[in-house]
C-alpha cells in the first residue's frame, strides 16, 4: 500500500557528471530534492512530470523523470525493492507511468542516434546503450563526416568527459540522419551560451576583488558577460547559487558577492564567488534595452525601463530579478563598535566575517561560506600570539575545520552570544555552564591552571638533560702559563724516556675530579645538585657496562607431544607436488604465495578443518597424559674442530755482504749453501711438527692459549711482543743465524 509520502535520505542526483548526495521526497505537490553540499532544495512540480523510467545503474537502480519542457531528472541509488512504492506513487499521485528500461550490454559503438527531448539516447538494435544530456553540452563543431561535442566541466565530479565525436556518413535517404540534420538537434537543446542580440544594459569599469580587476559588465537575458583588459567570463544565470550584499567595514563600500555552481574556470584557476565593490555614494542612471511590455511580462513589474540611483542598489534589483534569487543582507549581529562584520585572519589573508542569519560569511581571499546546517561545532581558543586576540574555529560536520584568528577580545561577548542564540555547539564549553555568557578572561586566562601539559613537561626534561650534558662535558678553562708550572712537569711530557713519578703506579692511580671531590668533603662542603646528578650519572654509566647475561635456552623434551599442523598445512602438504608440477619455476616462497591464493578460492576448506579438528583433539589429549621430565639434562653441545691456521709461507731470510756470480763459487761455498739448504729443511721440519703438537694440544683441551692464537701462532700481550714455541722467527734470529754460520 503506497503512503501519501516518500522519503528516501540516502539519494545522488546526477548534475554534470558529477553525484549530488541529498535527500529525496515525494509528495502530492511534487518531488524535492535537498543537496547536502549546497544545501539548495530543488523542487519538481507534479503536473511538470511527464515520464518516469526505471533502470539499471551503477550504484543500484535509477529513477528518471522526463519533464514536459524537455529537461530530465536523474535519481540514483535506489534499491530493487523501492520500484513498486515508486510505480505505485507515481500511478496514483501523479498519473504517470513507470517504465522499464533494458540496457545494451554487447558493447558496440556503431548504432542509431535518438533524440528525446534534451536527451541524445544512442541506442544499438532496440536497446538503449548510452544517454548525453544535451544540456551538459558547452560547444559543437561539424567536420568533413563528423559531429564534435564539448562538455562542461564539473569539479565536483572525480572523471570529466571532455570530448566526443559522432561519425556520421553520408547518405541520400532523406530517413535517415544526416550530419546538418544531428547538428541542428544538438544546438537546439544544448547549454552553448551565444551571445546574439542586444545587452539589456551594461556597466563600464566596475571593480572586482575576485577575479581581481576592472571589467566590463554587459547584462544579457539569460547569462552575464564580463569583458576585462586579459580574460573574459561569461556566467550563466542558472549557475548562481545565491546572492549577497554586504557592507564594508569602512562605511564607504558595498560588496555584492555572487556564489557559483559551477565556478568560472580560467586555467587551472577556479572562482566560485564573484564579488563586486561598489562605492555607496556613487550614484548611476541606466536605460534597460526592453520594452514595457516584456519587462512586465516576464519580470512581473520588478523592472522599469528607466532606473536611478545608487549603483549598488540597481545592480542588486537587476540581479534578483533576472536570476530568481533572494538577496542574503547582514542580520541582527553587531561587534563592539557596531559593525555587521568582524575583522580577523584566515591563514595568511585578512579578511572580514559576516555572521549571517543562516550561516557565516568569510570576504575575500577566499571567499568562504558555512550554512549553520553543516556546521558540526565552534571553537574559542586563545591567540598564538598577543593575549588582545582570539582565535574562532569553525568544524564542519564532514571534518572540515576553518581557523578565523586576530579577532579582538572585545568582539568575544558578542560573538560567544550569537553563537549561543543560533544553538551551535561550543566545543569548549562545558555543561554546567550551558546557556551562560562567559567573561574572555575568565575563558582563557585560567583554563591551563591545575591542568597537566604534556608538552611542557616534556620541554623542560628535554632542558634540564641538555643542562646535565653540558655540566658533564664543560670543565674550567685555564690559561696556559708555562713559567707558572713546574719544571719537571713540562720535562716530563716532551722526554723521550720520562723518570717515573712517585706514586704512580697504577694501584694508586687516581682521578683528579675523585680527589677534588674527596678534597671538598673533607674540607666538610655540602655537595651540590649538579654534583649530584653528575654521581648518579656516573652509577647509570658503571651499571650499564656489565655484561647482559643471555637467557638458556630449554632443553627440547623427545617424548613431549607434537603440535598438530593447522587444516591450511595439511592441505598444502599435499597439494605442493601439485603446485611445483604446475609452477616449475617458482621457488619456496613464490610456492608458498600461490598456495595461499588456492586455498582462499578453495571451496571444501571444511573437509581440512575437520581433519585439523581431530589432529588437535588427540593432541590435547596426548598433552594431558604428559609429564614433563623433573631435572631435564641440557644437550651436550659438540665440541667445536679448531680451525687450522694456513701455515705462512716462509720468507728466506736476507743475507748480508756481497753477492758472488755462478762462476766465481768455489766448492767450500757450495758446500756451506748445502749445509744451509740442510739446516732451513731441518727448521721447516721442526716448524711443521710445533703446528701439529700444538694443533693436537688445541683440540685436547678444548681452550685457546690466552694472548696468542694458539700454539705456533704470534702471541700479543699488553705491551709486549713475544713468540711462542716453533713460531716464525723474527729477522734479526735469522741474521744471528747466518752470522753463526
Given at each position: 500500500m503506497a503512503s501519501d509520502v516518500l522519503d528516501y535520505p540516502d539519494i545522488a542526483q546526477e548534475v554534470k557528471g558529477a553525484m549530488n548526495g541529498g535527500r529525496l521526497k515525494l509528495n502530492k505537490q511534487g518531488v524535492l530534492f535537498k543537496n547536502n553540499k549546497t544545501g539548495i532544495v530543488e523542487q519538481v512540480h507534479a503536473e511538470?512530470?511527464?515520464?518516469g523510467k526505471w533502470l539499471r545503474a551503477a550504484r543500484g537502480y535509477e529513477l528518471k523523470l522526463f519533464m514536459k519542457n524537455g529537461s530530465v531528472y536523474k535519481y540514483d541509488g535506489f534499491k530493487d525493492t523501492d520500484r513498486s512504492d515508486l510505480a505505485s506513487f507515481l500511478k496514483k499521485q501523479y498519473e504517470v507511468e513507470l517504465e522499464d528500461v533494458e540496457l545494451s550490454i554487447k558493447g558496440w559503438n556503431w548504432g542509431q542516434a535518438d533524440f528525446n527531448g534534451s536527451e541524445l539516447d544512442f541506442r544499438v538494435g532496440s536497446k538503449s546503450a548510452f544517454n548525453i544530456p544535451l544540456g551538459n553540452v558547452s560547444h559543437t563543431t561539424t567536420g568533413k563526416n563528423e559531429v564534435i561535442l564539448e562538455f562542461h566541466q564539473n569539479d565536483d565530479a572525480e572523471v570529466s568527459l571532455m570530448e566526443m565525436r559522432f561519425y556520421v556518413p553520408p547518405t541520400e535517404d532523406s530517413e535517415k540522419m544526416s550530419l546538418e540534420k544531428f547538428h541542428e538537434n544538438v544546438m537546439a537543446k544544448a547549454d552553448i551560451i551565444q551571445a546574439t542580440g542586444d545587452a539589456i544594459t551594461s556597466l563600464d569599469q566596475i571593480p572586482c576583488l575576485t577575479p581581481r580587476g576592472r571589467y566590463d559588465i554587459k547584462i544579457?537575458?539569460?547569462f552575464l558577460q564580463l569583458h576585462g583588459k586579459t580574460f573574459d567570463y561569461k556566467i550563466p544565470y542558472t549557475t548562481v547559487l545565491r546572492l549577497f550584499l554586504l557592507p564594508h567595514k569602512d562605511q564607504r563600500q558595498m560588496l555584492f558577492v555572487v556564489s557559483l555552481d559551477p565556478p568560472i574556470v580560467q586555467g587551472q584557476t577556479r572562482y566560485h564567488f564573484l564579488i563586486m565593490s561598489f562605492a555607496k555614494e556613487e550614484m548611476i542612471e541606466l536605460e534597460l534595452n526592453m520594452s514595457e511590455k516584456d519587462l512586465l511580462d516576464k519580470y512581473e513589474g520588478k523592472l522599469q525601463s528607466e532606473m536611478s540611483g545608487p549603483i549598488f542598489e540597481i545592480v542588486s534589483r537587476l540581479m534578483k530579478a533576472l536570476v530568481a534569487r533572494k538577496i542574503t543582507v547582514p542580520g541582527t549581529f553587531r561587534d563592539s563598535k557596531q559593525n555587521h562584520a568582524i575583522t580577523c585572519s584566515y591563514k595568511s589573508n585578512n579578511g572580514f566575517l559576516y555572521p549571517l542569519e543562516r550561516g557565516f560569511m568569510y570576504v575575500?581571499?577566499?571567499?568562504?561560506?558555512?550554512?549553520?546546517d553543516e556546521v558540526g561545532c565552534v571553537n574559542f581558543a586563545r591567540g598564538t600570539g598577543s593575549t588582545r586576540y582570539f582565535d574562532f574555529e569553525i568544524e564542519r560536520k564532514n571534518g572540515d575545520v576553518f581557523v578565523f584568528s586576530s579577532i579582538e577580545k572585545d568582539d568575544y561577548s558578542h560573538l560567544y552570544e550569537f553563537v549561543s542564540n543560533k544553538k551551535l555547539r561550543v566545543k569548549n564549553r562545558g555543561m554546567k555552564d550551558k546557556g551562560k555568557s562567559k567573561d574572555y578572561d575568565e575563558l582563557f586566562a585560567s583554563d591551563d591552571e591545575g591542568m597537566h601539559d604534556?608538552?611542557?613537561e616534556q620541554m623542560k626534561a628535554e632542558g634540564r638533560q641538555k643542562d646535565d650534558d653540558d655540566d658533564s662535558d664543560s670543565s674550567s678553562d685555564e690559561d696556559f702559563n708555562p713559567d707558572q708550572g713546574e719544571a719537571s712537569d713540562i720535562a716530563e711530557e716532551y722526554d723521550s724516556n720520562p723518570s717515573p713519578s712517585s706514586g704512580s703506579s697504577d694501584a694508586d692511580y687516581e682521578p683528579q675530579e675523585e680527589k677534588d671531590d674527596k678534597e671538598e668533603k673533607e674540607e666538610g662542603e655540602i655537595d651540590t645538585e649538579k654534583e649530584a646528578k653528575k654521581r648518579k650519572k656516573k652509577e647509570?654509566?658503571?651499571?650499564?657496562?656489565?655484561?647482559?647475561?643471555?637467557?638458556?635456552k630449554e632443553p627440547k623434551d623427545p617424548n613431549?607431544?607434537?603440535r598438530p599442523p593447522t587444516a591450511y598445512f595439511l592441505w598444502l602438504n599435499k597439494t605442493r607436488p601439485e603446485l611445483k608440477e604446475k609452477y616449475p619455476d617458482f621457488g619456496v616462497a613464490d610456492i608458498a604465495k600461490k598456495g595461499g591464493e588456492w586455498w582462499n578460492k578453495l571451496e571444501n576448506q571444511q573437509e581440512w578443518k575437520d581433519k585439523a579438528k581431530i589432529l588437535k583433539e588427540k593432541y590435547d589429549e596426548e598433552m594431558k597424559d604428559y609429564v614433563p621430565p623433573e631435572n631435564p639434562e641440557p644437550e651436550e653441545k659438540k665440541a667445536k674442530k679448531p680451525k687450522k691456521k694456513k701455515a705462512s709461507p716462509t720468507v728466506s731470510p736476507k743475507k748480508q755482504g756481497t753477492f758472488k756470480s755462478k762462476e766465481y763459487i768455489s766448492s767450500e761455498d757450495s758446500s756451506a749453501s748445502e749445509k744451509?739448504?740442510?739446516k732451513s729443511k731441518e727448521d721447516d721440519d721442526e716448524e711443521k711438527k710445533s703446528e701439529a703438537s700444538g694443533g693436537q694440544a688445541d683440540a685436547s683441551g678444548g681452550e685457546e692459549a690466552s694472548g696468542g692464537g694458539g700454539s705456533g701462532g704470534e702471541a700479543e700481550g699488553s705491551g709486549d711482543e713475544g713468540k711462542a714455541s716453533g713460531g716464525k722467527p723474527s729477522d734479526e734470529e735469522m741474521d744471528a743465524d747466518d752470522e753463526s754460520d
Open positions: 511538470e512530470i511527464e515520464v544579457f537575458p539569460t575575500h581571499k577566499p571567499p568562504i561560506h558555512i550554512r549553520f604534556a608538552y611542557l647509570k654509566k658503571v651499571k650499564s657496562d656489565k655484561p647482559k647475561t643471555k637467557r638458556k613431549k607431544p607434537k744451509e739448504d740442510d
